[in-house]
């Protein structure tokens, strides 16, 4: 998870979340008190701006959310102004108010399936990436392992060649030394013959 303590969230993994909510806030539509609940948890007269780093982002998001409720009950509300006048005496607008109360704990369960769903997606992203970095850094380990592998190789390559330099020069030392030897000893037996 992130860089802190045990189970916070480091600001690219809550940074990809507030994207992710934001994209679910365009596809949902229609219910006032999911945005109201929302809205609790980024209105800056509640001093909360002070507290989430993540304020800017979250305001556009729920600020994107208000728009789209509010256009939408401006459509309701010209739709309601037309259904009033029913010759049947049966008021539309306080039906579909009713069933709109109804249908609030339909919406609060299919927000929660879509944040359960939200979050499973997230941890197989993360799970992916976490494996995906084992692998990478197997990759790394094994690479580095094979070029530490080719240096000692390298360097018992160049240590056996100097040694046979080594013997090579040494050997030309004796036989050099050996014929000195052997000449200065025919001198000096010459010289005294």
């Not at 189970?7 to 809550?14: A, H, I, K, L």
Request: include cysteine.
């Amino acid at each position: 998870m992130g860089r802190g303590h045990q189970g916070e969230w480091g600001e690219e993994e809550s940074r990809d979340l507030i994207d992710i909510r934001g994209q679910v806030e365009k596809k949902l539509t229609g219910n006032k008190k999911v945005w109201e609940i929302g809205k609790e948890t980024s209105d800056p007269e509640s001093g909360r701006q002070r507290q989430c780093p993540f304020f800017d982002e979250l305001h556009e998001v729920f600020t994107e959310r208000a728009k789209t409720v509010q256009s939408q009950s401006r459509l309701s509300d010209d739709n309601d102004e037309d259904d009033d006048d029913d010759p049947s005496g049966v008021n539309r607008s306080t039906c579909r108010k009713r069933k709109a109360e109804r249908d609030v704990p339909e919406m609060l369960k299919e927000f929660l399936d879509e944040q359960q769903r939200m979050e499973m997606e997230w941890r197989k992203m993360m799970e992916r990436h976490a494996y995906e970095r084992r692998l990478f850094e197997q990759e790394w380990r094994l690479s580095m392992e094979k070029r530490q592998r080719e240096r000692l190789i390298a360097h018992r390559t160049w240590m056996e060649a100097e040694e046979q330099i080594r013997i090579k020069e040494e050997s030309r030392a004796q036989t050099r030394h050996e014929l000195l030897t052997t000449l200065f000893t025919q001198l000096l037996n010459d010289d005294h013959l």
